[in-house]
């Protein structure tokens, strides 16, 4: 049983964690009273995956050195440049290997802006998903229909017949809605669980341009188990999407 040791705050003074070789059950002890005990959730939490999820799935959570948050939670935000780690074919299908976003054009000096960091604009820039952000002079010189953050990140030219994954940890069963920020094309988009059709989702209305963007609710998905789920995006040609909020309808 590995044994590790952590110094928290001055009033917290020693937490040990113990790392139960069933690998993912963490059971904290904290001392001195204060921190009575927590148990916390791993984010690789097989044995909290779903009955359903694919057995021969063989991508992962996205995580990197700025973020290590493990699944996306549901309910809870999705941020679409979070897609899975494992690449073309089997995070997701992209038409072509070149990140025309953090791969290409925010290589440009103009495109790496002052209040973006190199970790923002060349954000998994090997990816062959195009990932970029919003800038000053592109997402913030007109209205928009909705305000994104600055800096916020997005999934974007995208083409006919691309997908990507997302493995996401459902707290709770339920209808949840899904409130999408996107841009662009009053498209149809569809959600899968476990590679099984959930949702078909419409987005209400075209906001002018690639850059102006909306925040818009825009169809329901249900989920019959807790756990973990693999949750796929399907799409076609027109939006630019920054992240869909998943909400339990009805107060359940
Ligand atoms: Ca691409």
Same mark, same amino acid.
């Given at each position: 049983?590995?044994?590790?040791?952590?110094?928290?705050?001055?009033?917290? #003074?020693?937490?040990?964690?113990?790392?139960?070789?069933? @690998?993912?059950?963490?059971?904290?002890?904290? #001392?001195?009273?204060?921190? &009575?005990?927590?148990?916390?959730?791993?984010?690789?939490?097989?044995?909290?995956?779903?009955?359903?999820?694919?057995?021969?799935?063989?991508?992962?959570?996205?995580?990197?050195?700025?973020?290590?948050?493990? @699944?996306?939670?549901?309910?809870?935000?999705?941020?679409?440049?979070?897609?899975?780690?494992?690449?073309?074919?089997?995070?997701?299908?992209? #038409?072509?290997?070149?990140?025309?976003?953090?791969?290409?054009?925010?290589?440009?000096?103009?495109?790496?802006?002052?209040?973006?960091?190199?970790?923002?604009?060349?954000?998994?820039?090997?990816?062959?998903?195009? &990932?970029?952000?919003?800038?000053?002079?592109?997402?913030?010189?007109?209205?928009?229909?909705?305000?994104?953050?600055?800096?916020?990140?997005?999934?974007?030219?995208?083409?006919?017949?691309?997908?990507?994954?997302?493995?996401?940890?459902?707290?709770?069963?339920?209808?949840?809605?899904?409130?999408?920020?996107?841009?662009?094309? @009053?498209?149809?988009?569809?959600?899968? #669980?476990?590679?099984? @059709?959930?949702?078909?989702?419409?987005?209400?209305?075209?906001?002018?341009?690639?850059?102006?963007?909306?925040?818009?609710?825009?169809?329901? &998905?249900?989920?019959?188990?807790?756990?973990?789920?693999?949750?796929?995006?399907?799409?076609?040609?027109?939006?630019?999407?920054?992240?869909?909020?998943?909400?339990?309808?009805?107060?359940?």
């Amino acid at each position: 049983m590995p044994l590790r040791t952590f110094w928290l705050d001055k009033n917290s #003074v020693i937490l040990q964690m113990f790392t139960m070789n069933t @690998p993912f059950l963490i059971f904290c002890l904290a #001392v001195p009273v204060g921190l &009575i005990g927590c148990s916390s959730l791993q984010s690789d939490s097989r044995a909290k995956t779903s009955s359903t999820f694919p057995a021969d799935y063989k991508g992962q959570p996205f995580g990197d050195a700025v973020y290590q948050g493990g @699944p996306q939670t549901i309910p809870g935000r999705v941020e679409c440049s979070y897609f899975d780690m494992g690449g073309e074919g089997v995070a997701y299908h992209d #038409v072509d290997a070149i990140n025309h976003g953090s791969g290409e054009l925010n290589l440009m000096p103009y495109h790496q802006r002052p209040h973006a960091t190199p970790y923002i604009w060349g954000f998994r820039k090997d990816e062959g998903m195009d &990932i970029s952000y919003t800038k000053d002079f592109a997402d913030f010189s007109h209205p928009n229909f909705f305000t994104p953050a600055t800096n916020q990140l997005y999934i974007g030219w995208t083409s006919d017949g691309e997908w990507c994954n997302y493995t996401v940890n459902v707290k709770k069963t339920g209808t949840y809605t899904i409130t999408a920020l996107y841009s662009n094309d @009053p498209n149809t988009i569809w959600f899968s #669980v476990n590679n099984k @059709p959930a949702s078909e989702c419409k987005l209400p209305m075209a906001t002018g341009s690639w850059h102006i963007w909306n925040k818009a609710e825009i169809g329901t &998905i249900t989920f019959t188990a807790a756990g973990l789920h693999l949750l796929t995006l399907r799409y076609n040609a027109g939006n630019n999407f920054a992240y869909f909020d998943f909400e339990q309808a009805n107060h359940q």
